[in-house]
Nanobody
């Protein structure tokens, strides 16, 4: 059974920083892309940032210059460093991973349970 376990959310004042972590565990052969999405109350889930197995990154315009994604392939872990946080960054942040169970298997899409990030003004 594959699990994505997130940690690092919390309450922070505007201008502050948080670091989110997401560790994948279970029967995993390889992980392709890993990323972070967020969903604010009353809004659709949106992409924050993704990183491929080769290290290519993509960021939403709203977080460019303030957030950095990094992954440790040996630990099957992805990190999101968020700086200069704004109240509009308040949301539940979800980790995502696209992975294979074994060599040649299809890729499957997995989600973490979500971690709350609240930025006070």
């Amino acid at each position: 059974q594959v699990q994505l376990v997130e940690s690092g959310g919390g309450l922070v004042q505007a201008g502050g920083s948080l670091r989110l972590s997401c560790a994948a565990s279970g029967s995993i052969f390889s992980i392709n892309a890993m990323g972070w999405y967020r969903q604010a109350p009353g809004k659709q889930r949106e992409l924050v940032t993704i990183i491929t197995s080769g290290g290519t990154t993509n960021y939403a315009d709203s977080v460019k210059g303030r957030c950095t994604i990094h992954r440790d392939n040996a630990k099957k872990t992805v990190y999101l460093q968020m700086n200069s946080l704004k109240p509009e960054d308040t949301a539940v942040y979800y980790c995502n991973a696209v992975l294979q169970y074994y060599s040649g298997s299809p890729y499957y899409n997995y989600w973490g349970q979500g971690t709350q990030v609240t930025v006070s003004s």
